[in-house]
């Protein structure tokens, strides 16, 4: 359970440091489908 909010931790920490980069991945997921 504290390994899963450490990782939702981790991932609010990249969405704030890389929000191009998520935003470019999720255009390619969803060119994908």
């Given at each position: 359970?504290?390994?899963m909010l450490f990782g939702?931790?981790?991932a609010v920490q990249l969405l704030n440091?890389?929000?191009t980069v998520l935003w470019?991945?999720?255009v390619n997921f969803?060119?994908?489908?």
């Open positions: 359970m504290s390994a939702l931790l981790e440091s890389y929000p470019l991945w999720l969803n060119h994908r489908l």
